[in-house]
């Protein structure tokens, strides 16, 4: 069966209910998911003056040897000033000994983030994941219009054809949207889809 990571970081949980419908889109695909966060950077006196979530189901990924054992890998960051948060960066930096031996070459990958506006940076944060799969040799697959749910103006709505993407506000009280949702689903889906055909 194919196997899919989704990879995340969340500081308040937008990025941690993204990574969730991104799974359950891969899974309706017939892929067996597994979800799994990157370790906290901050320290711990940041992380309790930001007030950042800290309860989550997802475990900590076991380190980067576990990459190789996936065929898709969905990679979900909150945009920091227009890049993705050096959480999910310093454990992509940790993984040279991979991107050597190649180990990833040929596996579907995508991305997907958040921002706090809607113009906050969630196109360059997404390229910044996407540059960086694209050097461990993954294949990318974005968020096609054949999802509707990012066309129109008719509300606050995230969505690139680079990734899933969710707005949070400044002060995070805004929650992914069901369309934002459908989308993450819809992207999982697709990835999951493209590995399982390359796989055959």
Known sequence: MTKVLVLYYSSYGHMEQMADAVAEGARSAGAEVDIR???ETAPPEV???????????HPV?????ALKNYDAIIVGAPTRFGRMASQMA???DTAGGIWYSGALNGKVGGAFTSTATQHGGQETTLFSIITNLLH???TIVGLDYGFQGQSGVDEVKGGSPYGATTIADGDGSRQPSQSE????????RRIAETAI???A
């Open 47 to 57: 992380v309790a003056a930001a007030y950042f979530k800290t309860d989550t189901a």
């Open 37 to 39: 966060r990157v370790p």
């Open 90 to 92: 310093s454990f992509w």
């Open 181 to 188: 949702l459908d989308g993450a689903r819809y992207q999982g």
């Open 61 to 65: 990924i076991e380190g980067p040897e």
């Open 136 to 138: 461990f040799g993954l």
């Open 197 to 199: 055909k390359l796989a």
